[in-house]
């Protein structure tokens, strides 16, 4: 069978994996972030880390790319500019901490935060930050050195622009935009590290539809979604990212 032979699955693995895609390209469709989050954490039984991790960058490639028609007119160039810029001096700091602390114990260190800052903003109801330029260094420094520890800087660029002034379409935009420019980078290094073997290509195929399918729905889902809406769904998607993270150490 084509699962056993060419993607090195089981019948109900590859059933596992496929469902995994098409919930974790539905939240990515309709929030612009989550997907290698959920499928980290929903395929990891079935698909080997190591495996899993290129696999996941490619999709989120492809998501992107399938998304860019519709958000290329919403974001806003400055912000990502100052964010991608401020992320590349942020990773090699998040890549020098991963080599002194163990990378569970930042995650942990990382859910814990990103979390505790997230309620406050649900029931503190803090006064909403500026997209101002420091803000935004700050912000794009702080995911990239997350970013190169971990590979969580959805949940911290998600975290910022929810707490920011910044409307709902130019914040997922943006992060659309900022996450492929971040995953072309990564993809490329794990491209020239061989990391790409003929079960990863074969099953990056057969998940495509289900990619596809599970972006557009989740998209035409966020355009039926009011403006003042789309933020609180947000803010409680990351809350249960973090809350399932921390779980798995448990």
């Not at 990103?114 to 930050?129: A, C, I, R």
Request: proline share 6%; with cysteine; charged share 10%.
């Amino acid at each position: 069978m084509l699962g056993d032979t060419f993607l090195n699955l089981s019948p109900i693995s590859l059933l596992v994996f496929l469902s995994v895609v098409f919930v974790a390209a539905f939240v990515r469709g309709y929030s612009g972030f989550g997907f290698s989050t959920i499928l980290m954490i929903g395929a990891m039984p079935v698909i080997p880390p190591a495996q899993l991790v290129p696999l996941s960058i490619a999709l989120e490639i492809l998501a992107s790319a399938s998304q860019a028609p519709r958000v290329l007119s919403e974001i806003n160039r400055r912000y990502l500019a100052v964010l991608l810029a401020a992320s590349l001096l942020g990773a090699p700091v998040g890549v020098y901490i991963l080599t002194f602390v163990a990378e569970e114990y930042i995650r942990i260190a990382i859910y814990f935060i990103v979390l505790s800052t997230t309620l406050l903003l649900l029931f503190g109801k803090p006064k909403p930050l500026s997209p101002a330029s420091p803000h935004l260094v700050a912000a794009g420094f702080i995911a990239g050195a997350v970013n190169g520890a971990t590979a969580l800087s959805g949940l911290v660029l998600a975290l910022f622009f929810t707490a920011s002034t910044v409307s709902s379409h130019t914040m997922r935009a943006t992060m659309i935009a900022y996450l492929f420019f971040n995953d072309v980078i990564t993809g490329s290094l794990l491209l020239a590290a061989n990391h790409y073997d003929p079960s990863t290509v074969w099953r990056g195929l057969i998940a495509l539809p289900f990619l596809l399918a599970g972006v557009w729905l989740g998209s035409w889902r966020f355009f039926a979604t009011p403006s003042e809406s789309f933020k609180t769904v947000v803010i409680w998607l990351v809350v249960l990212f973090c809350a399932v993270g921390l779980l798995q150490f448990v």
